[in-house]
């Protein structure tokens, strides 16, 4: 699925206050063909859609059916930049919050009419989570609402690493994690669970000893990086050799489903941390 993801960056100083679960709550997900998480959700008394769990999206989007059907009226506009960094204006719509098991989303959203073709209402971004810890368990393909009896024991079987977070005026949210790219080389590289590829700044070619011709200037290309991919503080949970997609990208670099597809990935955003289960480190 081809969708021009927003992207947004200005640094979060603030830590969220927690809104903790009483029980550990378990929805069941499917996973596309690219590895995405696509749950069926709704707001109060709006119409059923299926939705891409997508943290590299920065902000809720819908599709513009969708919106016509439960838009509540005119937000405003909000202008973001895509991975490339060409900007995109988008007219944000008040909808009624769609609600996923004990959480819902903000009250607010953008149209994007390119998620027509694909049949998917809309995207839930790292926002609908900045509050709740929850678990993206591409493994047993469940979103898990984590109580805190159930983060510690999260905490204690996988890898915790320092989470990194911008966000823009209380409207978006982007998330970042290290990692080991080989040579020496660390990228501070978007979670984004709206995509199959593993981007990577064309910079980096030279310390990487990859052929500039791998990724000429300006345009999107591909190579193969010469060291296995890895969190920084997690090296057991590395892929070996990925290809990746190399550009001007904004970031660093952008890790796509093809990493997060082999994970339980807990996103803890309240206390700024990250934790990475292997599968038998997961149930």
Not at 121 to 134: D, K, N, Y
Not at 174 to 195: A, K, M, N, P, R
Not at 215 to 229: C, E, H, M, T, W
Request: charged share 20%; glycine share 10%.
């Amino acid at each position: 699925m081809a969708v021009p993801w927003f992207r947004f960056a200005l640094a979060l100083t603030c830590t969220l206050a927690t809104r903790p679960v009483a029980s550990q709550t378990v929805l069941p997900v499917e996973l596309n063909s690219s590895g995405m998480m696509l749950v069926r959700a709704a707001g109060q008394g709006q119409p059923e859609g299926r939705f891409v769990i997508d943290l590299g999206s920065g902000i809720e989007v819908l599709s513009s059916a969708y919106a016509q059907r439960v838009g509540r009226g005119s937000a405003g506009f909000f202008t973001g930049f895509r991975s490339t960094g060409e900007r995109v204006d988008a007219a944000r719509v008040r909808i009624a919050p769609i609600v996923l098991g004990p959480i819902s989303t903000p009250a607010d959203a953008v149209v994007w009419p390119g998620l027509d073709a694909d049949s998917i209402a809309g995207l839930i971004s790292a926002r609908t989570f900045a509050r709740t810890p929850v678990t993206l368990d591409f493994l047993n393909r469940q979103l898990v609402f984590e109580t805190p009896a159930s983060l510690a024991a999260r905490a204690r079987r996988g890898f915790s690493l320092p989470l990194k977070s911008d966000a823009v005026r209380d409207m978006a949210l982007d998330l970042f994690l290290d990692f080991d790219l080989g040579g020496g080389q660390v990228g501070t590289c978007e979670i984004d669970t709206g995509s199959e590829a593993i981007d990577l700044n064309a910079r980096y070619l030279p310390a990487l000893g990859i052929s500039a011709d791998s990724g000429a200037a300006g345009a999107q290309s591909r190579a193969r990086l010469p060291a296995d991919l890895a969190p920084v503080g997690a090296p057991r949970l590395r892929l070996e050799r990925p290809a990746v997609r190399v550009g001007n990208y904004i970031y660093d670099c952008i890790i796509g489903t093809r990493f997060w597809s082999q994970v339980a990935l807990t996103l803890d955003i309240p206390h700024r941390r990250v934790i990475l289960s292997a599968a038998q480190e997961s149930r």
